[in-house]
């Protein structure tokens, strides 16, 4: 089976500006989540989607944003970008839900200049 | 909201000597799950535990449930260079909680010197 995909892997952003992160889960996984992963935070979930529903959100502002669409690929996007933002961004599927074994993405590496 | 706490931040062994990391939650878990980063990698899971006081073992590594559920450890015997990398725990909250929210301890950089 493939694994996990992401694109793009590296993006350079300005502040202000907005992106959208892609995520592929595993043929037959149905959940997807989302997670920030910096050096002084580490991994902090940002948000779950099963079946196209988000079903639990992390403590992030309303700039961070997701969806889910039929065939279980899911996006996220960054409005109004902030310096602050800049992090790996991981995506993980699994079976079901989050307390199934999670196999992540390379991560898209974003930079906010 | 719910916290994992993992400690140690920072672990640098000789190579041959032994490796623990733990993970702390001041309320019940529903189970707890280990993962492994590598340098420029991501995440790889490597475990997970649901039993009051189960242990598991894989080679070299031994995962601990501690019999509260509050607690959890990962052990490694005899390191090797090929153990280098971040560990994480990453726990979903007990009966109450949401099974769609993983939370992670901020991991346990391990450094091997050959």
């Known amino acids: 089976k493939a694994g996990v995909t992401q694109t793009p892997r590296y993006l350079i952003k300005t502040r202000g500006q907005q992106v959208t992160l892609s995520c592929s889960p595993i043929?037959?996984?149905?959940?997807v989540s989302w997670y920030q992963q910096t050096p002084g935070q580490g991994l902090q979930f940002l948000f779950e989607?099963?079946?196209?529903?988000?079903?639990n959100k992390g403590n992030f502002p309303g700039r961070f944003s997701g969806r889910q669409f039929s065939n279980s690929r899911s996006e996220m996007n960054v409005s109004t970008l902030e310096l602050g933002d800049s992090a790996l961004y991981l995506c993980?599927?699994?079976?079901?839900?989050?307390?199934?074994?999670?196999?992540f993405g390379p991560g898209t590496r974003l930079t906010v200049t | 909201g719910q916290q994992v706490m993992q400690i140690p931040q920072y672990q640098h062994v000789q190579e041959g000597e032994d490796f623990t990391t733990y993970c702390n939650s001041s309320?019940?878990?529903?189970?707890i799950q280990w993962y492994k980063q590598r340098p420029g990698g991501h995440p790889v899971f490597l475990i997970q535990?649901?039993?009051?006081?189960e242990v598991k073992k894989q080679k070299r590594l031994t995962f601990q449930f501690g019999e509260a559920k509050k607690n959890s450890s990962l052990h490694i015997t005899a390191t090797q260079t090929t153990d280098v990398g971040t560990y994480f725990c990453?726990?979903?909250?007990?009966?109450?909680?949401?099974?769609?929210?993983?939370?992670f301890g901020k991991g346990t950089l391990l450094t091997v010197n050959p």
């Open positions: 989607y099963f079946s196209e529903t988000q079903r």
């Open positions: 993980a599927s699994s079976t079901d839900r989050v307390a199934y074994e999670q196999y």
């Open positions: 309320t019940t878990l529903s189970n």
């Open positions: 535990l649901v039993k009051s006081g």
């Open positions: 990453a726990a979903t909250p007990g009966s109450g909680g949401s099974n769609y929210k993983l939370t």
């Open positions: 043929s037959g996984h149905r959940s």
